[in-house]
């Protein structure tokens, strides 16, 4: 079975680009979420969607950031204008039965932002 | 502020030593998951307990659930070098409208 795939899996580029990350969940699950990993604040849930609504997006840093999920297997996650403080690995999971059941990662994202 | 704690945050073992890990929450859970991200890798779901005491075995992990489903506890027995890698809790907590609430995680490092 496929997995959570997510894309790119490596992305440098430099400040105040526009950065767009890439995630299509494993089929049938209708929650997904977008976590972001730094080695100074660990793992940490920006958002997340239950059949393709945002249900709680309190997790993400600003306005620069933004989510969405066109239909049940394509998220996105846009950061515009990058900065460098947004250098970090950027995971995408999906589940089904509740947002408290066992999540599956995708590889992540890992993003540069020079 | 974080709900869930885990301590140790840093575990040096010797191969073959055994090891525990913990992870605590200021309120009741109601389940506790462990997963495991090796280096370079992507957290990958080990186990799920929900019953108040709960153990539970996987080869050389026992997993184990707190009477008040406020700790949860992974002791390795054994340890080997596949060991390494960080280890997080989570847990649904009372009043985190059913999402997760991962801990900082327990950086394992194996010395041959």
């Not at chain 1, 997790?59 to 933004?66: L, Q």
Request: glycine share 8%; hydrophobic share 30%.
């Amino acid at each position: 079975d496929a997995g959570v795939i997510q894309s790119p899996r490596h992305e440098v580029t430099e400040m105040g680009q526009e950065v767009t990350l890439r995630c299509k969940p494993i089929s049938g699950h209708d929650y997904l979420f977008w976590y972001r990993q730094t080695m100074m604040r660990g793992l940490e849930l920006l958002i997340y969607f239950n059949n393709n609504v945002p249900i709680d997006d309190s997790g993400m840093p600003e306005d620069r950031f933004s989510a969405k999920m066109p239909n049940a297997s394509f998220s996105t996650l846009k950061i515009q204008p990058s900065e460098p403080r947004d250098s970090a690995v950027y995971f995408c999971a999906s589940t089904t039965g509740g947002p408290h059941q066992p999540q599956h990662f995708g590889d992540g994202t890992r993003l540069s932002i020079l | 502020g974080q709900q869930v704690m885990q301590i140790p945050q840093y575990q040096h073992v010797q191969e073959g030593e055994d090891f525990t890990t913990y992870c605590n929450s200021s309120t009741t859970l109601s389940n506790i998951q462990w997963y495991k991200q090796r280096p370079g890798g992507h957290p990958v779901f080990l186990i799920q307990l929900v019953k108040s005491g709960e153990v539970k075995k996987q080869k050389r992990l026992t997993f184990q659930f707190g009477e008040a489903k406020k700790n949860s506890s992974l002791h390795i027995t054994a340890t080997q070098t596949t060991d390494v890698g960080t280890y997080f809790c989570a847990g649904r907590t009372t009043d985190s409208w059913g999402k997760l609430q991962f801990g900082a995680g327990t950086q394992v490092v194996v010395t041959p």
